[in-house]
């Protein structure tokens, strides 16, 4: 194949053009990824400001455990559970793909997104739950550092509320080790559930890569670590540039 005309070789695996396994898998991965990874950042930082402006207290206590949860239990133990409660609980049949069936084909509709919401979410919520954990766990523990800051203090002596001197002053800069973590999570977030889509039949970028690999297709798993490669390099750009947005020290230093 030739890269700069989109041209990455012929899969022997899937039978097809490898800019095709791509195109298929990489959008709605991409797409799968982004709702886990918006839903963990948001969700965590908020429980991470909570338990951190609550410590020792019943809340901190019980965010801690849930974090704690989320960082030891794996993905794939998660899965299974999932899975037999389903069927052998609740005899839930639509389990496993993106879509059922007749709804494969189809143009989109509401029916169809509905469709999509009922197979999808036992991996959202898997990711979710260990992304949240993670960002939890940090942002607590960051807060609470930043709270005995020297300039926490002066903000606090001048008048400020306790709620403008956390989301003002405290919480920005307790953001940068988590703003920093998105420059690798991206590559992270297209493979990181590898076992999850695997035990829910998800034709997703992980799945391929662990199947291109087992065969030897080679032009499969080169073109994937490729995009994995770019992906990296592009998470890296975008940590950087909220990162400027967030600290003015950082501005301040690039004007200067």
């Known amino acids: 194949g030739i890269i700069t005309r989109g041209d990455f070789g012929y899969s022997l695996y899937y039978n097809k053009p490898v800019a095709d396994v791509v195109g298929e898998r990489l959008p709605r991965t991409l797409l799968l990824a982004l709702v886990c990874h918006l ?37 794939f ?27 494969g ?7 169809k997104f509905v469709d999509l919401v009922k197979h999808v979410w036992p991996v959202v919520a898997i990711a979710t739950f260990g992304g949240l954990a993670y960002n939890m766990r940090v942002m607590r523990g960051n807060l609470l550092d930043t709270l005995n800051a020297q300039y926490v203090e002066t903000a606090k002596a001048k008048g400020l509320t306790g709620g403008a001197v956390v989301m003002r002053h405290a919480v920005p800069n307790a953001l940068h080790p988590l703003v920093m973590y998105q420059g690798v ?18 034709p997703t970028v992980g799945p391929a890569i662990v199947g291109s690999m087992a065969v030897g297709d080679v032009y499969v798993t080169a073109t994937f670590m490729m995009v994995l490669s770019a992906t990296l390099i592009v998470g890296n750009i975008i940590a950087d540039m909220l990162l400027v947005l967030l600290d003015p020290r950082i501005r301040q230093y690039g004007e200067g």
């Open 185 to 202: 999570v991206l590559p992270y977030m297209l493979t990181g559930e590898i076992e999850t889509a695997i035990i829910f039949a998800l």
């Open 77 to 103: 133990l998660m899965a299974l559970i999932i899975v037999y409660l389903l069927v052998f609980q609740l005899n839930v049949s639509e389990i496993g793909s993106f879509f059922s069936p007749e709804y």
């Open 105 to 111: 084909g189809a143009p989109w509709s509401w029916a």
């Open 39 to 75: 839903l963990a950042s948001v969700l965590g930082i908020t429980f991470g400001i909570w338990a951190a402006t609550r410590q020792y207290s019943w809340i901190d206590s019980t965010l801690s455990a849930i974090s704690f949860l989320g960082m030891t239990v794996p993905r």
